[in-house]
């Protein structure tokens, strides 16, 4: 189960999606820290939902199409 659906990212702006990646990243360095210290984690497999989401991110920012201001 994705965290983000498909449908939704297309939908998002570059910006929205760079404040998510850092949202998710800030996440994912929450729930290794606590790996790291062997405290039990709520769910486990959350790592990986939130490692796909970010990289899902990443594909869709870098395929869409760039915005170029002050075009003559």
Do not use: C, H, Y
Request: net charge positive; charged share 40%; no cysteine.
């Amino acid at each position: 189960m994705a965290l983000i659906k498909k449908s939704e990212l297309k939908r998002m702006s570059k910006e929205q999606m760079e404040k998510k990646i850092e949202d998710l990243q800030k996440d994912l360095l929450k729930i290794n820290s606590q790996r790291a210290t062997k405290t039990t984690l709520e769910n486990p497999g959350r790592v990986k939902q939130i490692r796909k989401t970010i990289a899902r991110l990443f594909t869709i920012s870098n395929q869409k199409p760039t915005e170029v201001k002050g075009k003559t």
